[in-house]
């Protein structure tokens, strides 16, 4: 199983504010989808909320503390190691989605990281700390710039750990 971290982060370390995200960038989305698309997701009950609704074509499970939760289209458990026993015996690649609580959750469990850093500072209340990640191996990076459908330039990195 490879555990990969998917995540957007400011150059403050910003990812979050009010339970939503802090821009627009179509093409990160767009890579975002096609990364991640096919894969199961993992993600907090509050990134879930924001989101809405299950991602499609995607195996959808939220961590939440709550015993009694049920949501349509969606496998609950009450904890990160839960989730990641659903996986166990598989060599699925699964994705991380956050947010901030869970990804200080997942950070053990990592062996690669999606990494989009956005060029903007903004205040927020829900942070990542990337500087841990900048060490491992850098796999690929990709520059885009900021223009009518994307607010920041930002770069898409993939790593992966020793
Ligand atoms: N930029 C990005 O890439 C990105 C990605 C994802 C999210 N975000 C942003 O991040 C923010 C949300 O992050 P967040 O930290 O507030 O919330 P979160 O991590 O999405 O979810 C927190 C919730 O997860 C559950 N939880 C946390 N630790 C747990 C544990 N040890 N055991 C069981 N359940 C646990 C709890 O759910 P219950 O309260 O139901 O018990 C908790 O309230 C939003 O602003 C969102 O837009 C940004």
Redesign the pocket.
């Known amino acids: 199983m490879t555990v990969s971290i ?4 400011a150059k403050n370390k910003a ?8 821009w627009r960038l179509s093409d990160d989305l767009k890579n975002f989808k096609k990364v991640t698309s096919g894969h199961a997701v993992i ?5 879930y909320d ?1 989101l809405g609704k299950p991602l499609p074509n995607r195996r959808n499970v939220v ?4 015993k009694d ?1 049920k949501i349509g289209g969606v496998e609950i458990v ?3 190691e839960s989730a990641l026993e659903l996986f166990e015996n598989s060599d699925e690649e699964i994705f991380i ?6 990804y200080k ?1 997942a950070g053990k469990y990592a062996n690669k990281i999606y990494l989009t850093m956005v060029e903007a500072a903004p205040e927020a209340d ?1 942070f990542f700390d990337f500087v841990p990640y900048l060490s491992w191996n850098l796999i690929s990076q990709t520059a885009f710039q900021k223009n009518e459908k994307n607010e920041f330039d930002f770069e898409v990195m993939e790593f992966s750990k020793n």
């Open positions: 998917i995540v957007a982060v990812i979050g504010k009010d339970n939503q995200l802090l993600m907090g009950r509050k990134t924001s961590i939440t503390r709550q939760l009450n904890s990160l989605l956050g947010g901030a609580e869970i959750l829900a």
